[in-house]
Structure formats: structure tokens, C-alpha cells
């Protein structure tokens, strides 16, 4: 592993982020709701995409594989994509039908995770806090937050990497 990955698996290990509680989530269809809302009940386990890079599009087969594994966990499975509604709906495709999709134009919730590379997998727990995090596309790391997940939902890990995934890469910055 070349020693940018390194430095990027460490930094995401360590995670300490609040998400401020009203912090606004917004789904391609319906009224935006805060952050405390969305996981009142449940965890957030969130893919977060810029549909302007070609990064985010490498990742996005790999990301709706591992989200289609937790969708009948007690979790709530969402894609949080950096653009406005048309245009995160256009990225997104048939997916946009499929799971759970905000729109994060201004990059608000993005920056509020401490998100500093792009594309990222995010569990946030029921006190708005994120547990884990992965950002880039480091496996290890990927398969860091969904082992972190699922032994919280009591749910089987994903295989990480899974046939036909990108090699790894380490992403754009979150800021834009």
C-alpha cells in the first residue's frame, strides 16, 4: 500500500465527528429534515459521492452492492451525492428509485461528517455521532466501517473487496 493510502487509513480510523443535530439531510423527493431526525430511530449507513469526479463514478457499483446488504438491517441506507436535486437525480440513475438519495449542493452535511476525501462510506449512530468512516477507496477501510456496522446491527459483513470492485485510489477532496 503506497504510503498516501497509509496516511489515509489511519486518518480514518480515528474518528471523533458530532454531526451538529440540525444539520439538514435532503431526499431527492420530500421536505428536508435534520440529521437528528434521520437517525432518531435508526443508524445512517451513507455512501457520499461528487458526481463531478470521476472517483465517485468508479465506486458507485461497489456502493450499492454493500448498501443492498444492510437494506433489511435496522439501519437506514442512504447515498448523500454533492449536487442539486436534478442533478444528483441525472447521476444517479435507476438508483435514485432504489435507495435513499440526498442532494448536499452546498456540501453542508458533507463537511459536517469531517469528511475531507471523496467518495466516503459514513455510519452515524442514533446520537448523530459518526462511528466509523472511510474516505477514498482504501478496501480495508471500507470493509473497517461495514465490520463496525454489522457488528452493531448484528448483521454479516460484506465481502471487501468483492469481485469487479475498482482498484484502489485515493479520492478528490470533499470541499470541492
Not at 475531507?116 to 462511528?131: D, G, K, R, S, Y
Request: charged letters at 20%; aromatic letters at 8%; a negative charge.
Amino acid at each position: 500500500m503506497c504510503a498516501s493510502l497509509k496516511l489515509a487509513a489511519l486518518r480514518s480510523l480515528i474518528v471523533t465527528t458530532d454531526v451538529q443535530a440540525d444539520v439538514k439531510l435532503t431526499p431527492l423527493s420530500g421536505e428536508s429534515r435534520s440529521i437528528s431526525e434521520w437517525t432518531t430511530s435508526f443508524h445512517l449507513a451513507i455512501v457520499v459521492l461528487d458526481p463531478f469526479t470521476l472517483e465517485s463514478s468508479w465506486i458507485v457499483d461497489t456502493a450499492a452492492r454493500l448498501l443492498r446488504k444492510y437494506a433489511e438491517a435496522d439501519v437506514r441506507i442512504a447515498f448523500l451525492v454533492t449536487a442539486s436535486i436534478d442533478e444528483t437525480r441525472t447521476f444517479m440513475g435507476p438508483l435514485a428509485t432504489e435507495f435513499l438519495v440526498f442532494a448536499d449542493p452546498e456540501r453542508t452535511a458533507t463537511l459536517a461528517m469531517g469528511l475531507e476525501t471523496l467518495p466516503a462510506f459514513v455510519h452515524i449512530n442514533q446520537h448523530h455521532q459518526v462511528e466509523a468512516k472511510a474516505e477514498g477507496w482504501v478496501p480495508t477501510e471500507w470493509k473497517a466501517v461495514a465490520e463496525n456496522l454489522s457488528n452493531r446491527m448484528d448483521w454479516t459483513t460484506p465481502i471487501i473487496p468483492g469481485v469487479g470492485d475498482p482498484s484502489p485510489f485515493q479520492g478528490t477532496p470533499a470541499a470541492g
